[in-house]
Each structure stands twice: as structure tokens, then as C-alpha cells.
């Protein structure tokens, strides 16, 4: 759409203007790129289609029965938002953060207080044991 794609570009103009004083960027095009990024997931977030439906192909990309049996969309959020509270909490945090909320591994890392590594390692664990949950859950 042109004309959301012209308002993007003016919001994000807006965004960085303060930003650009505040920051000291060393690379532009890697940085006005994680900007824009950022600001296409917060609008993706904000649309009608929720960050709920784009997480679970990418969870249970091996599991042809997601699609077949749970073709209702209520049912999937459903179902994805009881195994998110089965989930470990440090688990639970990280997956939120990274593919709900938009954040890098590094901003989860500050607002955390966690290393690195064990932040990627809780988003790898906690995607595979939200796939297991919910074969399980399929399989009922």
C-alpha cells in the first residue's frame, strides 16, 4: 500500500531525528535499516494480524498437523497462549520479547539483565518446546 508505505517513511523520518543526536551511529545504513525494521514490527503489531499468527508456522514448521487439525485461528491463539504459560518463565520472557514485542537478542539482553548465548539458547529451547506442546495438544 502507498500510501501506508508513505506514511511509514514520514513516521520513521520523525523517529530518528532526535535519535540521530542522542546516538553515536557508525554505521548509517546498518542503523536507519534496524530503525525501519523496528518500526515496520510495531506496526505489524498494531494491525489486525497479531505477531500471534506469524509465531506459529515459524514454532511448528515441521509439524504438518498444525494445519490440518487446528485451521481454526481462536483455536491456534489458544492453544499457543496455554503452552506459552507452560513454558519455563525465562523461556516465556525471551519469546515474548524477541517475537512479540519486536526486540533484538540485544535489547533483551539489556532489559534483562541475561548473557547473550542463554538468551538465544531460551528462544531456540523455548520455540521447541512450544512445538512439542503443541503436537501434544494436536494429537489429544
Not at 33 to 38: I, K, P
Not at 55 to 79: F, W
Not at 93 to 107: L, M, P, T
Request: glycine letters at 2%; one cysteine or more; hydrophobic letters at 40%.
Amino acid at each position: 500500500n502507498i500510501t501506508l508505505a508513505e506514511d511509514a517513511v514520514m513516521d520513521i523520518f520523525e523517529d530518528i531525528l532526535p535519535k540521530v543526536q542522542r546516538y553515536d551511529i557508525r554505521e548509517f545504513r546498518t542503523w536507519i535499516y534496524t530503525v525501519a525494521r523496528h518500526h515496520a514490527l510495531a506496526a505489524a503489531a498494531d494491525s489486525k494480524q497479531t505477531a500471534t499468527m506469524e509465531l506459529i508456522p515459524e514454532i511448528v514448521q515441521d509439524s504438518p498437523a498444525m494445519v490440518s487439525d487446528a485451521d481454526d485461528t481462536t483455536d491456534r491463539e489458544q492453544m499457543l497462549e496455554e503452552c506459552m504459560q507452560r513454558l519455563p518463565d525465562v523461556q516465556r520472557v525471551a519469546i515474548q520479547k524477541f517475537y512479540f514485542e519486536g526486540k533484538s537478542y540485544a535489547d533483551i539482553v539489556d532489559e534483562t539483565g541475561l548473557h547473550l548465548k542463554s538468551v538465544k539458547s531460551y528462544i531456540q529451547n523455548g520455540k521447541r518446546n512450544l512445538r512439542i506442546c503443541i503436537e501434544k495438544r494436536l494429537k489429544r
